[in-house]
């Protein structure tokens, strides 16, 4: 296999092409699915269903809340990135952990702790919650780039005279936009797909719509026929943004970048307090010490700490299957957007991404439309429990190796191969060495989205099996939130170790042996 | 440079050594779980046992349950010790023999905190090997109609009566003998012998005595101005949603919108689920909340009954708002002639079960020979006009109306 053609109009290789269609095909059986259920109701009733008013308003009502959180995670998660890389703000190492932790709260617990607190509601309370779980998303890629970006690349242009602010548009700008871009298609994408936050906020967008068809009337149909007009709304997203990516900047490797002086904030420093005491308060303070309210007012709520204890195991268990299995689907996706420009490429790219807009419920009911006619042998099994995961959660690692994959330009393998290196010698001693942090990220993200998963997880796990969040959702479903808080806290402890691996990994420069 | 090396090689250091730590101590303790998962049987017992343990307990702390009146609180604690202490030496109803070691699959809409203790009951008496499978009911409903024919599960108990009339409207269900059926009065199980009700939950107006004397009487009540911007409700919810298909099928399609027009021009605020209109009622954000009459005991039992202001007032007889819905049981076409479903069926239905539904839960045990909680009017007076419970499965119908008048 030649594995180290430019990045090209070229054929990619066929092996790589093969295990990169499979990986897409998982993403997709949710769309066959939901085509098959949504051709049930004829033409007639598709056309009902797509020219009813509440449909047109649900559309932009789920395109305005994800328009609106995405802008906001790009200017927080960009700007708190660059206090923590480059200011001389004291406590940024506390700050790089603490602003990633929120990835660890899932949005219903802090939907939930907001809505005890205050009367915070529709979209002002689902924009607030979604904001402050998703930032991490920029927040986290932007702080690696700002990381990976060489120093002299700005010194020089400030030694051809450009200001400050020029230079951070002109050149430190154009090195984060696709880490930017990429982190705010996963809000975007995230945004559209959740349900936990919205109908807790009482916001009334696609999701909670397709949940309602489920629930009132159990006809799968119409709630199939959003289902497709979400999928539609999601290849546009993912293609805008694969647009936006094209026009990027220059790609450079990080290669051997040398960290700049921090920036002195002067004046700015009150009000860099401020934003950072404002993100931290309503993203983790928030939440968390309500939770800890709520598990001490019922220190005795009967907690057993033998089903707590099996939680966290079983939770720990299927999220490392969930990370480790979509990791190695993403790798062939991944390392063909970063070198390959074909339409099929494009194709295989686009499709990865389906699933993590679609919500939880409808990949779930899926899977469980093919796993009990195609898939018998694992169905209600590990294995089905693990591949729902990696049809929600591919493009979170789907997107991490593709932009470490692009830090090790092509001429880093040709320069290899020349010196006698066979391909695989090549991967393990160039390639692997660069890429690992960036794979080994998106596989912590993937870990992460696996312990907070719900709706899937109840309907295809394995009979018997509990995670945290489906204990919580047990909990709660009987409004007790002294029994549900053990649950929630021990969802955020164990989410915060991958949280933390990610931050270490985000903030790593690149080894330059 | 943000960390500096010997910083980060200690960050890495102490991350890892959690993985691998909290790795190994997984390791031993998740076999241990697949142990017990497989061996239910073995399982079975030491739940039991455990089960108990709790039960003797509770009666130590009878202050925490319910406001009601000491005798029953007493009755509760008395009765939760004499099943903890008799229930190992019930005679099982069903032939042991025939059942012992035979598999029984479960959806459960109902919660597991809720249904666990009964199943360990069923296990014990029977031998039987239940594996439940708990999610929400409508949820399970759309699984099971995925999974047509090729189900593994034997028996659905369904939160709702809607979630059952779906699956019955499918052809999905097997028909239940008429000796089991019979036991439970004709209005909550199906006509066509599909599905049975096992306990009952009514529709109540849960008020805060603090400001307001008079509990409403009515859903008529409910569009006075003096409610105005004081309602809660939950429109997403299956049992309000029931309540309007009841009021639909009762009163008419016009009625009903005349209805939900006024009550929506009176303001009323939308909560998430039930529980959480009986939470902001006790903390007075509204006056009046239209929930199923146990979610206040589920508050007290929560909370403790000292902070717990809210009272329950259920519509008077006959009232539009009347409704007695229920969670009942299925069996599934394929699992017609396996005698441990029916003995599931049969012993939801038996005194064992329903006293428990009746204590537990608070429902209405649909039994007549098992008495209701003595704090619950009789049944009989809470029901709303005579509807076919299986007719509550017409909710597309229900959902377009909702959705006419800008509820959903």
Redesign the interface.
């Known amino acids: 296999v030649n594995w180290s053609l430019p990045r090209t109009q070229h054929r990619p290789p066929r092996v790589l092409a093969v295990a990169a269609a499979t990986a897409a095909a998982f993403a997709v059986v949710p769309l066959f699915y939901i085509a098959i259920r949504a051709s049930e109701g004829g033409l007639s009733g598709i056309k009902t269903e797509l020219w009813r008013r509440?449909t047109g308003q649900l559309l932009v009502r789920s395109l305005t809340l994800a328009g609106a959180v995405t802008i906001s995670c790009a200017l927080i998660g960009t700007s708190c990135a660059w206090i923590?890389?480059r200011s001389d703000l004291p406590g940024?190492?506390f700050l790089?952990v603490a602003l990633a932790a929120p990835l660890s709260i899932p949005t219903y617990v802090a939907a939930y702790t907001w809505?005890s607190i205050s009367g915070i509601s529709g979209f002002t309370g689902s924009f607030l919650v979604l904001t402050t779980c998703c930032y991490p998303y920029v927040y986290l890629p932007v702080l690696s780039a700002f990381?990976g970006i060489d120093a002299r690349q700005e010194e020089v242009a400030r030694s051809l005279g450009a200001n400050r602010r020029a230079v951070f548009r002109r050149v430190t700008l154009p090195l984060l936009r696709s880490s930017i871009t990429s982190g705010s298609l996963l809000v975007a994408l995230y945004v559209l797909s959740d349900f936990g936050a919205v109908?807790?906020m009482?916001f009334?967008v696609f999701t909670?719509s397709i949940f309602?068809?489920?629930?009132?009337?159990?006809?799968?149909t119409p709630a199939a026929i959003l289902g497709c007009l979400l999928a539609v709304a999601t290849i546009a997203i993912v293609a805008l943004e694969a647009r936006s990516r094209r026009e990027s900047g220059p790609r450079t490797a990080r290669g051997a970048a040398r960290?700049p002086n921090p920036s002195p904030l002067g004046r700015w420093s009150m009000a860099a307090w401020g934003l950072m005491a404002l993100v931290v308060v309503t993203s983790l303070a928030v939440p968390l010490v309500t939770l800890a309210k709520w598990a001490l007012d019922?220190p005795d709520a009967g907690v057993s700490f033998v089903d707590l204890?099996?939680a966290i195991?079983?939770t720990?268990?299927v999220s490392l299957g969930g990370a480790l299995f979509t990791t190695l689907l993403a790798l062939p996706v991944g390392l063909l957007a970063a070198r390959y420009r074909t339409r099929f490429v494009r194709v295989v790219e686009s499709a990865s991404y389906l699933g993590h807009a679609l919500p939880g419920?409808v990949i779930a009911?899926a899977l469980?439309?093919f796993g009990?006619?195609v898939a018998?042998p694992i169905?209600?099994r590990l294995p089905m429990l693990i591949i729902g995961y990696a049809v929600l959660f591919l493009p979170l690692a789907v997107g991490s190796a593709r932009t470490s994959i692009a830090q090790a330009p092509v001429a880093f393998d040709e320069v290899a191969r020349s010196l006698g290196n066979r391909p695989p010698s090549v991967i393990r001693r160039v390639l692997m060495p660069i890429t690992a942090p960036g794979i080994g990220a998106g596989a912590a993200l993937v870990f992460l989205a696996c312990v907070k998963e719900l709706?899937a997880t109840?309907?295809l796990r394995p009979?018997?099996l509990e995670t945290l969040a489906?204990r919580l959702w047990?909990?709660t479903?009987?409004?007790?939130?002294?029994r549900a808080a053990p649950y929630a806290i021990a969802i955020v402890l164990v989410a915060s170790?991958p949280t933390?691996?990610l931050t270490?990994l985000s903030?790593?420069?690149v080894d330059r042996r | 440079m943000l960390f500096n090396s010997s910083a980060r090689n200690a960050l890495l250091l102490t991350v890892s050594s959690t993985v691998v730590a909290l790795l190994a101590s997984a390791v031993p303790a998740h076999a241990a779980t697949k142990t017990t998962t497989k061996a239910t049987a073995k399982a079975a017992k030491k739940t039991t046992k455990r089960t108990a343990a709790v039960k003797t307990t509770k009666p130590g702390a009878p202050t925490t349950k319910p406001t009601v009146t000491t005798a029953a609180t007493t009755t509760v604690a008395a009765a939760a010790t004499t099943t903890a202490t008799t229930a190992p030496t019930t005679a099982p109803k069903a032939d042991p023999v025939a059942l012992k070691g035979r598999k029984l699959v479960v959806y459960s809409g109902r919660a597991e905190r809720l249904l666990k203790p009964i199943i360990t009951q069923f296990e014990f008496a029977t031998g039987v090997e239940v594996s439940v499978r708990y999610a929400d009911s409508a949820e399970l409903a759309a699984t099971l109609l995925e999974e047509g024919d090729r189900t593994k599960a034997n028996v659905f108990f369904a939160q709702d009566a809607g979630a059952l009339g779906a699956l019955t409207k499918e052809k999905r269900f097997a028909k239940i003998p008429a000796a089991t059926l019979n036991r439970v009065d004709p209005k909550y199980r199906a006509d066509d012998a599909t599905w049975v009700g096992v306990s009952g939950r009514a529709r109540v107006f849960v008020y805060d005595p603090r400001q307001i004397s008079t509990p409403p009487k009515s859903i008529k009540d409910l569009i006075d101005p003096k409610y105005r911007g004081k309602v809660g409700y939950v429109p997403t919810n299956a049992s309000f949603q029931s309540f309007v298909t009841a009021l639909r099928v009762s009163a008419g399609e016009d009625a009903a919108k005349e209805w939900l027009t006024a009550f929506k021009n009176n303001r009323p605020v939308v909560y998430p689920s039930n529980g959480a209109v009986v939470v902001a009622a006790n903390k007075g954000e509204i006056a009046v909340g239209l929930v199923n009459h146990y979610y206040l005991y589920e508050r007290i039992a929560a909370d403790g009954a000292s902070n717990v202001y809210v009272r329950n007032e259920y519509p008077e007889k006959g009232d539009l708002g009347g409704l007695v819905n229920v969670a009942g049981v299925g069996i599934l076409k394929d699992s017609a002639a396996d005698p441990a479903s029916l003995a599931f069926v049969e012993f939801m239905l038996g005194k064992e079960a329903q006293t428990y539904f009746a204590e537990k839960t608070f429902e209405y045990p649909l039994v007549p020979s098992v008495a209701r909680h003595p704090s619950l009017p009789p049944i009989q007076t809470v029901e709303g006009p005579a509807i076919d419970l299986s007719k509550l499965d017409s909710l597309k119908q229900t959902l377009d109306l909702l959705r006419s008048v800008g509820m959903l």
């Open positions: 509440q923590v890389a940024r190492r790089a809505l990381t109908s807790l009482r009334d909670t309602l068809s489920y629930r009132g009337s159990f006809d799968r960290q019922s204890r099996n195991v079983d720990l268990g419920l009911l469980v439309f009990v006619r018998t169905y209600q709706p109840l309907l009979t018997g489906s047990t909990e479903a009987v409004a007790d939130y002294g170790i933390f691996l270490t903030t790593r420069p």
